[in-house]
């Protein structure tokens, strides 16, 4: 079974609760398992298996939150030219304090070194999370599960 893999980390519950309304908007789609794991208890196979990734992460200090930098960090050497995850559609989720676009930078750079295709606009929060933060949170998780399920990502 297809499945998209949801990853983050939370303090606040934040991120959580996008990532959450993420995980709503796969099962949506009837088709595609959504699959919501914390970043420390994600590991290569999950990233390898899955088809598609969500990273759902808070703003610390203008970057990603320290539990997703390792869950890169202990990775990557695995999966950087593994063709299962060469061209992976992903999408990124951020809970920015600030202005997110540090965290979202540097997620995104990353991503570029493992050869995912970002394939849905970044999702930054700022501030509170608002009903229009988790709506735009759902469509996300509804369009690349569509997205899959058509066989476009």
């Given amino acids: 079974m297809k499945y998209i893999l949801i990853v983050y980390h939370t303090q606040t519950g934040n991120t959580e609760r996008l990532a959450k309304e993420v995980e709503k908007g796969v099962l949506e789609s009837g088709e595609i398992k959504p699959v919501l794991k914390k970043a420390f208890d994600t590991d290569e196979a999950d990233i390898k298996e899955a088809s598609a990734i969500v990273i759902c992460s808070p703003e610390y200090f203008g970057y990603m939150a320290g539990a997703i930098k390792d869950l890169f960090d202990r990775t990557y ?19 920015a304090g600030n202005d997110g676009t540090g965290a979202l930078n540097h997620i995104k750079r990353i991503c570029t070194g493992y050869r995912f295709r970002l394939v849905q606009p970044p999702l930054i929060c700022k501030g509170g999370i608002t009903e229009d933060c988790l709506k735009k949170a759902y469509e996300i998780g509804l369009a690349l599960a569509e997205g899959i399920k058509l066989g476009i990502f």
């Fill in 77 to 95: 050497e695995k999966l950087r030219d593994d063709p299962k995850v060469f061209r992976k559609p992903y999408a990124i989720v951020i809970s």
